[in-house]
């Protein structure tokens, strides 16, 4: 025996907000949906060498920077900061690419994901002085949260070590998965 659920909208109890439509075609709406999507960094339209912008281990404020964005933010993103707070407890996907400049020596750059005050996930460029290139580096992990768990990226490498700041090359993102 099969059962045939036909609903349109499902609302929560309390206060008779939307939780899920579903329209003609099938497709499902979350209006509560959590997540973000950043772009740039604090450093702005340029590149920053790790000990101007604050030394090895500063936190990146993405979308804060003049001329930078906030593609989408549930509310639980903070620019300013460069921390995201977990609404509710889990799985969520986080995505982040940046920008890597060759310097004039031997050096390294990396930026990790932290969950609270654990390093989780890093991605590492070692530069050589014979390379005249620059470098993407990404990070994209799927994590278990807890409700208030925080999420940040820092910076880390020498102090001569250079990252982009625009909005082009750098962004951040995530997304509650269920």
């Not at 509710?88 to 995505?95: L, R, T």
């Not at 799927?142 to 070590?161: R, W």
């Amino acid at each position: 025996m099969t059962s045939v659920l036909k609903v349109s909208e499902i609302q929560d109890p309390a206060n008779g907000n939307s939780a899920l439509t579903v329209d003609s075609s099938g497709r499902v709406i979350k209006p509560n949906y959590v997540g973000f999507s950043v772009r740039g960094t604090q450093a702005g339209e340029a590149y920053t060498t790790i000990s101007s912008f604050g030394g090895s281990g500063t936190v990146i404020e993405w979308g804060s920077g003049t001329g930078n964005f906030t593609d989408f933010n549930s509310g639980h993103y903070v620019p300013a900061t460069g921390i995201f707070t977990a609404p509710v407890a889990g799985h969520y996907q986080f995505n982040m690419n940046m920008g890597i400049l060759r310097n004039d020596q031997n050096q390294d750059t990396y930026p990790i994901l932290n969950k609270n005050s654990t390093q989780w996930q890093y991605a590492y460029v070692y530069h050589d002085a014979s390379m005249t290139i620059h470098f993407a580096v990404s990070l994209n992990i799927i994590m278990e949260l807890a409700v208030n768990d925080a999420i940040k990226i820092t910076i880390h490498g020498n102090s001569s070590s250079e990252f982009y700041g625009g909005y082009l090359t750098n962004n951040f993102s995530g997304f509650l998965l269920g």
